[in-house]
């Protein structure tokens, strides 16, 4: 089974072709564990909900590994937490940095700014969305993962995702 962790800045359509990904494949997914955690929060979320996410956000991962077969497609994955981190506390956890080099993705799909921003109570920065895309593909640089950019807008999203993921597995 091949990991597929989908990641990139908020707002460039993660959680739908997540899911969309894993019908076309007939497989599973891994919802994103930080959207139902802080819309449960009677509170602001803190430094320290970021590691309990990102904790959660690996446990969610392996339990359903045990339901998927040729692909995972993953919501999300370690290095959105750094950033979140980094940008909102100037501080990551160690644990999270470690993890992001032991818990490494066949494949990441790096998700475009290129359609529209579209309002979310738990989004925070629509004016950023090509700062972090950046940030996100120099992270993957850094680390050396295998990645690839997906853009077009929902049905050609989809089409282009499908079609860097049929090509990057028949190497």
């Given at each position: 089974?091949?990991?597929?962790?989908?990641?990139?800045?908020e707002s460039t359509g993660k959680s739908?072709?997540?899911?969309?990904?894993?019908?076309?494949?007939?497989?599973?997914?891994?919802?994103?564990?930080?959207?139902?955690?802080?819309?449960n929060l009677d509170r602001a979320y803190n430094?320290?909900?970021?590691?309990l996410i990102a904790q959660n956000q690996?446990?969610?991962e392996e339990k359903m590994t045990?339901?998927?077969?040729?692909?995972?497609?993953?919501?999300?994955?370690?290095?959105?937490?750094?950033?979140w981190s980094l940008h909102k506390y100037n501080f990551c956890h160690p644990w999270i940095l470690e993890q992001i080099e032991k818990h490494v993705y066949d494949?990441?799909?790096?998700?475009?700014?290129?359609?529209?921003?579209e309002y979310d109570k738990q989004?925070?920065?629509?004016?950023?969305?090509?700062?972090?895309?950046?940030?996100?593909?120099?992270?993957?640089?850094?680390?050396?993962?295998p990645y690839r950019i997906v853009?077009?807008?929902?049905?050609k999203r989809l089409k282009n995702a499908i079609k860097i993921t049929d090509q990057f597995f028949q190497k």
């Open positions: 089974m091949k990991r597929v962790a989908i990641t990139g800045p739908n072709l997540a899911r969309e990904l894993a019908l076309h494949y007939n497989t599973e997914f891994v919802a994103e564990f930080a959207r139902q955690y802080i819309d430094q320290e909900d970021i590691l690996l446990i969610s045990q339901r998927a077969n040729t692909y995972l497609f993953c919501d999300t994955e370690l290095i959105v937490t750094k950033i494949l990441y799909l790096l998700c475009d700014v290129d359609l529209p921003w989004r925070e920065h629509p004016h950023m969305r090509e700062f972090f895309f950046n940030w996100y593909k120099k992270e993957l640089e850094q680390y050396d993962f853009s077009g807008n929902k049905e």
